[in-house]
């Protein structure tokens, strides 16, 4: 089912990589806010926020409902994958934040449906692209990433992974463009995340939908601010 050929790492890359058109250059995940606010302002304090971000949101929501949707996906139950998305949805606070996930949700679902060729679409990423087009799911990142990764024979552990550094690259992304952040400070900040998503990937494996978990406070207050500010570089 899992594809570990050369071909399949490849796909994975192309999925994870912020050349895939999902949006996601437009957004910062509460940075600029934070910015604003004057509550980061340097490599060090980006890589705090990462961290704060990775451990308190990330994984325990995001990560849960990737891993789950991924395997719900392999079974065929359309039932329980929406019922996973919803609650993934409704556990992001700030309003641009949830507009955020589901704008590049529903773009993984477009551009992912259309690298696959006639009668490669699995039933239950036909059944749900319907479902969120139909508005009976919200259509969040972290699940459409999920579908799109086992689509093209990316196993659920690889695509978790794929994910995290994926959204820790869009954040340093926005970082270079709203602090002196260098190359090298970006680089250096990526490589010491590396550990701490290994230790949190392995803690959330076994952990149930249900229990997913999101705890940001001093990000979901920015976003809140940034979504009424005069002036906005990013759409998050």
């Excluded at 409902?65 to 929406?82: I, M, P, Q, S, W």
């Excluded at 949805?89 to 006639?118: C, K, N, V, W």
């Excluded at 494996?205 to 979901?220: G, V």
Aim: glycine share 8%.
């Amino acid at each position: 089912m899992f594809d570990d050929s050369p071909q399949g790492f490849l796909a994975l890359l192309q999925l994870a990589d912020s050349f895939f058109p999902t949006g996601a250059y437009a957004q910062s995940q509460g940075l600029e806010g934070m910015v604003a606010q004057g509550w980061v302002s340097g490599a060090d304090e980006v890589l705090e926020y990462l961290s704060n971000l990775l451990a308190g949101s990330v994984l325990p929501s995001d990560g849960v409902a990737l891993l789950h949707a991924h395997r719900l996906a392999g079974e065929g139950d359309l039932k329980t994958l929406v019922q996973v998305d919803r609650r993934l949805h409704a556990m992001r606070l700030p309003e641009e934040i949830r507009l955020a996930s589901t704008q590049s949700g529903r773009r993984f679902l477009d551009e992912s449906y259309a690298l696959l060729g006639t009668g490669e679409v699995p039933t239950v990423l036909d059944d749900y692209r319907a479902a969120v087009s139909a508005g009976d799911a919200p259509g969040t990142a972290a699940v459409a990433f999920a579908l799109s990764a086992r689509a093209v024979g990316i196993e659920a552990e690889s695509a978790l992974y794929a994910w995290c550094h994926s959204f820790a690259v869009g954040v340093l992304g926005a970082a270079q463009r709203l602090l002196p952040l260098s190359h090298s400070d970006a680089q250096r900040i990526l490589r010491s995340l590396h550990a701490d998503i290994g230790a949190g990937c392995r803690e959330i494996r076994d952990r149930d939908w249900k229990d997913m978990t999101s705890f940001t406070p001093l990000a979901d207050i920015s976003s809140m601010r940034h979504e009424s500010a005069e002036v906005r570089m990013f759409a998050s």
